[in-house]
């Protein structure tokens, strides 16, 4: 793959993927809020959520934004939890097959208040959706956010299919996978992530049992 071939990738990916009009949407009752693409609508409205969970889905091409917070993983160092993460994630979907092809610091250092460790993962899966018999493949950035003080763990997943299973499925799937890139060294995570967890803002601490975490 040469420089330009990498280069048109990302910019048909930047245009396909990158985050539209968003719009700042109030998570677990508005103790936390991100920017979610307007376009991906808030998956409680149609079925059940977990608790812990906040989900969001795009119809046209079958992208999911998750966040979850989830009690924090004491056994598990900060170089690994990345990989921790991603492995669970994987057998939550019930995956065939997955590759973890990145974990490391998040480069852009992004701190909250009580926030230790930020990590970024990359991985590929294969799987089912609702335990269809069709399997997609999907790409899958992740953050993870460890918050020691208040004992959790802050987790936000981009999920992107790059092969849909199902013939019939409409669904717009145009971009490469991202394995090649982060292959050869660029580990620049998914637009759509990126817009998440930049905006990314903690506004009640109730929300893990106490009043204010200092910085």
């Not at 990590?119 to 956010?145: L, P």
């Amino acid at each position: 793959t040469t420089e330009d071939d990498r280069g048109r990738q990302r910019t048909t990916e930047d245009a396909l993927y990158r985050p539209r009009m968003a719009t700042r949407r109030d998570l677990f009752g508005g103790a936390l809020t991100a920017d979610i693409p307007e376009d991906f609508l808030d998956v409680s409205d149609v079925i059940p959520i977990d608790d812990h969970q906040e989900v969001f889905s795009r119809a046209s091409s079958d992208e999911s934004i998750v966040i979850e917070v989830l009690d924090r993983v004491r056994d598990v160092d900060d170089a690994s939890i990345g990989r921790c993460m991603f492995t669970d994630m994987c057998e939550l979907n019930e995956a065939i097959e997955s590759s973890l092809g990145y974990e490391g610091e998040d480069a852009l250092e992004r701190r909250l208040a009580g926030v230790s460790t930020s990590r970024i993962v990359f991985g590929t899966m294969r799987a089912s959706k609702h335990r269809s018999a069709y399997i997609n493949d999907v790409d899958v950035w992740g953050c993870v956010m460890r918050i020691p003080r208040v004992e959790s763990e802050i987790v936000i997943w981009h999920a992107r299919p790059t092969r849909v299973g199902d013939p019939n499925a409409s669904v717009d799937v145009r971009a490469p996978s991202d394995i090649d890139r982060v292959r050869e060294g660029d580990h620049t995570c998914s637009p759509i992530l990126l817009r998440v967890i930049e905006s990314f803002r903690i506004c009640d601490w109730s929300l893990f049992g106490v009043d204010v975490v200092a910085p």
